[in-house]
């Protein structure tokens, strides 16, 4: 009898293991599963038919040596192990490949929200700005800029007042050194021109009024 045969033989008498055959030999099974289904309520003809194929099992069986079923019984546990670890072994090849197909999607998102921050950041610095008929992009300063650019201002202007206060220092200057010599000038004059007349050489109180009258005139 092939092995096919023989474990489909076993599955109908329910026997999935060698445990179940140190517990009771076929005979025990058939009686077991036979009596089950015998006093079972369903349908007669489909009961019937299950009776004869649990017959004919048990005889098949018990023709068989009990080593070579014992053996059939290990090759099938060992197939369905075989087959639990192919099925896990492709079921973490699937598990592998999606974390893999997701790493890769998140290594793209990853770089397309790097790209599209980039092109936000570059687009923030720049300001659209119409120029008669044309448009054009100028670049918005940084706030580092800024503070750059008015620290500059700011001394460019202290340049100007220092530069303005020296002038008016100077032209103040000049001209109250031009007052104090034309005061110096003028006064050395009436002083000379009194001293000269004849009339007020010995008349210091004349002298002083002449000159007096000289600045009065001026």
């Known amino acids: 009898m092939e092995e096919d045969e023989l474990i489909k ?62 053996n059939a019984l290990i090759s099938r546990i060992k197939k369905i192990k075989s087959d639990k670890n192919k099925d896990n072994n492709i079921q973490n090849k699937i598990e592998k490949e999606i974390r893999k197909i997701n790493t890769n999607q998140n290594i793209e998102f990853s770089k397309e ?66 007052s104090f010599d034309r005061f110096s000038i003028s006064n050395l004059l009436f002083n000379l021109k009194c001293n000269l007349r004849i009339d007020l050489i010995f008349d210091n109180e004349k002298k002083a009024n002449c000159i007096s009258e000289n600045w009065k005139e001026s």
């Open 113 to 178: 929200n790097k790209s599209q921050n980039t092109d936000q950041k570059t687009s923030d610095n720049f300001i659209n700005t119409k120029k008669g008929n044309k448009f054009y992009q100028r670049k918005i300063p940084t706030k580092k800029e800024r503070i750059l650019k008015n620290n500059l201002e700011t001394k460019k202007i202290k340049k100007i007042d220092k530069l303005f206060y020296l002038l008016v220092f100077i032209f103040l200057s000049l001209l109250l050194i031009l």
């Open 9 to 70: 033989n076993l599955n109908i008498l329910e026997i999935n293991n060698i445990e179940q055959l140190k517990e009771g030999n076929i005979d025990y099974w058939w009686n077991k599963v036979f009596l089950s289904k015998r006093f079972k309520e369903y349908d007669i003809n489909q009961k019937n038919n299950d009776l004869i194929l649990i017959n004919n099992a048990r005889e098949e069986l018990n023709k068989i040596n009990i080593d070579k079923i014992n």
